[in-house]
């Protein structure tokens, strides 16, 4: 039996299908302005190659901000708790998971089975998130996956007060001409980012065995700054970005058998 499970996030789309709980294949596409459209790019593109189609898939579960407009969909899972499933899946053992995606940043703590017990969320601002980086990235004229990796060469990072996005920007680019090295600046920004995060672990319960989805995940200066502020090493999926879409997936297998049975 085949079920798909999409999130439809405010950066980035994810389709994952699964047949009897093992992965067969996920997409990542851009959301545009547009969600349906999002969902139904994202989901032929994880079909593609599979010889699937989407009629062949049994049952599908939506998450993220734009879960409700996914018109294949037959059923909506909060993001929070598809996180928190499709971090079980890869990691059992895992109790807390920092999901840092393009509009917010959550601490998520999970049972045995994968089933949320406790969250907090950053509030409002952008700081922190997906987006943030993207401005900032664009004011130091820096491809986005490039800007973790640049971090990681400085060799005397500049702090910075705020990661208000407005405030951030302007002394991010006053920096910039006053002739400050960008790995510098954005060695700054990331550390600002990790203590704001840290702050947010310490409102759950911070277990050993931890893990960071989303797609901030996939940059590598911003784990390593994770990574110092807690101490302790988070493990990392293969593609944590695609989490959410596979807790949906599972939440898709498991409402597909108990509407067989």
């Not at 459209?37 to 989407?54: F, M, R, V, W």
């Not at 509009?103 to 943030?132: H, L, S, W, Y």
């Not at 920004?189 to 960071?212: E, P, Y």
Request: glycine share 10%; net charge negative; charged share 20%.
């Amino acid at each position: 039996m085949f079920v798909a499970g999409i999130d439809i996030g405010s950066r980035g789309s994810k389709a994952v299908i699964m047949e009897d709980s093992q992965l067969v294949s996920f997409s990542i596409c851009e959301t545009g302005p547009e969600s349906t459209k999002s969902a139904q790019s994202t989901i032929d593109q994880a079909l593609e190659g599979t010889g699937l189609t989407l009629e062949d898939v049994e049952y599908v579960v939506a998450t993220g901000y734009g879960r409700i407009l996914v018109p294949f969909a037959k059923a909506n899972v909060s993001e929070i708790s598809c996180h928190a499933r499709g971090a079980h899946w890869y990691f059992p053992s895992v109790r807390t998971i920092l999901d840092m995606g393009g509009q917010d940043c959550k601490a998520i703590n999970c049972d045995e089975k994968g089933r949320v017990t406790n969250f907090i969320m950053n509030d409002k601002c952008a700081g922190g998130t997906g987006r943030f980086l993207e401005v900032i990235a664009d004011v130091l004229q820096v491809p986005l996956d490039e800007i973790g990796h640049l971090s990681l060469q400085s060799t005397q990072s500049v702090a910075f007060s705020t990661v208000c996005a407005v405030f951030a920007k302007s002394e991010a680019l006053a920096l910039a001409r006053s002739g400050v090295p960008k790995s510098d600046i954005l060695a700054g920004l990331h550390d600002a980012i990790a203590v704001r995060c840290l702050n947010l672990l310490r409102r759950v319960v911070l277990d050993k065995d931890f893990t960071v989805t989303g797609g901030i995940s996939k940059n590598a200066g911003m784990v390593d700054k994770i990574r110092k502020k807690v101490g302790l090493e988070p493990v990392l999926a293969p593609d944590p970005q695609i989490i959410g879409a596979l807790g949906a997936a599972l939440y898709a297998q498991e409402k597909a058998q108990g509407q067989m049975n």
